[in-house]
């Protein structure tokens, strides 16, 4: 009693009285039967058409919620319909047909539920039937709608929530990058321009766009190891002697101890830049001497970068001499 009255009231919701419906049949009695009959029971949005040759072109411009659809018709039978449909309405969509034929042969339902009809009636048809099983197509393609909704919705927080928890920890990074930074150079502009530069110079090598990201917030991170190096050392205003100048090449062995191990390619890319990024071409770097095509890629682009600061250290910007070997 309860699911007949939820019923009633189910049929006068005013969303599904607009719902879209498309009645295909070659006889024209029979679509303005069904018109009429959907008309009075309040449906507003109503399509027919006597030509099966048309449902394509209808779908398109029409975009039913609900194709009622005989199946024997000339030129294009009911089953040709719905193959056809099948090649224009999108993946996951739940479109539903209601077939409605002459021919109660039990061979012909189960190939017209085999094409695609979500519900098969014989005419000649009980009007309350029709409009319940409309009704039940419909209320089956509104919910599937509202849990599509639903999923996108659902998509969009979760993107929305990765995106955020990414941007943390590019922001940690970042400030881990300016922790150390701040040891020698209290403006912090070094670690961003190197950063900066090095996906540029990525850019101009010509590497893909996940590198390039990857590289200009790895590089940040290249002199991390400085954290641990005493301030003695870091803030000497000369340059260093050779005893002094071992200690602090240390900073490249830490800071690929502090980023190694972890899972995210960002952090495997900034160990790789710390520890060789003071590597040289001919061999002549450290901590390693490793030399020409040995030094990984990301590590010479930051070594490059780094060494063209040199300019800017000069005019007061400071920071790159503390990390290049003493004069001799
Ligand atoms: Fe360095």
Known sequence: MTSSRSAIRTVQDPLLMEARILIVDDQEANTRLLESL?????????????????????????????????????GLDGFGVMEALRGLVPAGTYLPVLVLTADITP??????????????????FDPTEVLLRIRNLLETRWLH???????????????????????????????LALAAE?????????TQRVGQHAGVLARALGLADDQVTLIRRAATLHDVGKIVIPDYLLLKPVNLGPEEFEVLKAHTTIGARILS????????MAAEIALAHHERWDGKGYPEGLKG????????????????REGEARNGIGGWWRCSPPPR
């Open 293 to 308: 095509d040995a030094i990984p890629l990301p590590a010479r682009i930051v070594a490059v970068v780094d060494a063209w």
């Open 107 to 124: 061979e012909a339902k189960q190939r017209a539920l085999a094409s695609g009809a979500k519900d098969f009636l014989t005419k000649p």
């Open 38 to 74: 959907l008309r009075r029971s309040g449906y507003t949005s109503l399509k027919t058409t006597t030509d099966p040759r048309e449902v394509l072109g209808l779908y398109a411009e029409f975009t039913p919620d609900l194709i009622l659809l005989d199946l024997v018709m000339p």
């Open 182 to 190: 701040y040891r020698d150079d209290l403006t912090g502009r070094h």
């Open 261 to 268: 191990g972890s899972r995210f390619p960002l952090l495997q």
């Open 145 to 175: 709608l509202k849990l599509q909704d639903r999923n996108r919705l659902l998509e969009a927080k979760v993107s929305a929530r990765t995106e955020d928890l990414e941007e943390a920890q590019i922001e940690i990074l970042e400030r």
